[in-house]
Nanobody, 126 residues
């Protein structure tokens, strides 16, 4: 299983970015796919989650109204559209997927997920 994130970069405050997470070796369908972010010295933070088969999405409070998670089943890719970016959004962003072994954990718990991408840096300048 491999997850590959892309789309990060440097953007000014108020700008937008779209992150992509493409999977191989696993089909994004029945299990949660999460987007997380992490800054040095802090714990990994859940940003958004999607369960494609349930057409269910969720967001952290900081992401609600600004970020949108979506999927393309043909491309086996999940996207995170980020708008109105703030310097506080600066972090390495990771996508992750689970195998269902710990689905009882909340979506924003990193321990729920079994596979992680390598991360993509998002930097928002003020």
């Amino acid at each position: 299983v491999q997850l590959v994130e892309s789309g990060g970069g440097l953007v000014q405050a108020g700008g937008s970015l779209r992150l992509s997470c493409t999977a191989s070796g696993v089909t994004f369908d029945d299990y949660a796919i999460g987007w997380f972010r992490q800054v040095p010295g802090k714990e990994r933070e859940g940003v958004s989650c999607i369960i494609i088969s349930h057409r269910a999405t969720d967001y952290s409070d900081s992401a609600k109204g600004r970020f949108t998670i979506s999927s393309d089943k043909v491309k086996n890719t999940v996207y995170l559209q980020m708008t109105t970016l703030e310097p506080e959004d600066t972090a390495v962003y990771y996508c992750a997927t689970e195998t269902g072994r710990r689905s009882w954990l909340p979506w924003f718990s990193p321990r729920r997920y079994d596979y992680w991408g390598q991360g993509t840096q998002v930097t928002v300048s003020s």
